[in-house]
């Protein structure tokens, strides 16, 4: 099973709200990536998980939580979010490394914030 | 200033035919190179990963070649099909206190009947 799950799929909320992304693998990989894609651009990184803990933060603003419950789930808590902040959101997986091992992604979250 | 960039931007090619994309680099220290395929609204697949001492990898209908010495890749598509239409990334990695990759900006390759 080399898939990596995404829900939801699509998400609209209000700047007001807060919402979660969920991310899911069971490729016994032991790191987790959250990135943000705007249109016709490459993925951005956001967070990386290695082995259940923070080990990067791309500067992201606070409003954008992550969390790592274990080593096969991955959240994204968001709350007062922006309009610019309409991205879709990937999740990814890998087996331990960022620079050295293949990164598998999920379908991703297409996030719109009103 | 680690780059990579890839060309041409976008590529219409006819079903059946051949192609091929470029990806130079200037990332240092070099760890490995990463083709992605994008489709539209989904996420990357990965197609080959090559490291410094590999030069050429095939997937299929895929290859991918590495030239470390000029800093440059390519992914030749041979026999083009409709659901090769997508965007393809090249992705450069390395691992120099910390890990990072470097996303080039992708070309959009369309497939016509």
């Known amino acids: 099973d080399t898939e990596v799950t995404q829900t939801p799929k699509h998400l609209v909320m209000g700047m007001t709200n807060k919402k979660s992304l969920k991310c899911e693998q069971h490729?016994?990989?032991?790191?987790m990536y959250w990135y943000k894609q705007k249109a016709k651009k490459p993925p951005e990184l956001m967070f990386v998980y290695s082995y259940e803990k923070l080990s990067i933060n791309e500067s992201v603003p606070s409003r954008f939580s992550p969390e790592c419950p274990n080593s096969s789930l991955l959240n994204l808590h968001l709350h007062a979010l922006q309009p610019e902040d309409s991205a879709l959101y990937l999740c990814?997986?890998?087996?331990?490394?960022?620079?050295?091992?293949?990164?598998?992604f999920g379908p991703g979250t297409r996030l719109t914030v009103l | 200033k680690n780059q990579v960039e890839q060309s041409p931007q976008s590529l219409i090619i006819l079903e059946g035919k051949n192609c091929t994309l470029q990806?130079?680099?200037?990332?240092?220290?070099?760890?490995?190179l990463r083709w992605y395929k994008q489709d539209t609204g989904r996420g990357p697949v990965s197609l080959t990963i090559m490291t410094f001492s590999e030069n050429t990898k095939s997937n299929g209908r895929y290859t991918a070649t590495l030239d470390a010495d000029t800093k440059q890749s390519s992914l030749h598509i041979t026999a083009s099909q409709l659901s090769d239409s997508a965007s393809y990334i090249c992705v450069v990695s390395y691992s120099f206190n910390t890990d990072k990759l470097i996303f080039g900006t992708g070309t959009r390759l369309q497939v016509f009947p």
């Open positions: 990814a997986s890998s087996q331990v490394s960022l620079a050295q091992d293949t990164q598998y």
């Open positions: 490729m016994g990989h032991r790191a």
């Open positions: 990806c130079n680099y200037t990332v240092s220290p070099f760890s490995n």
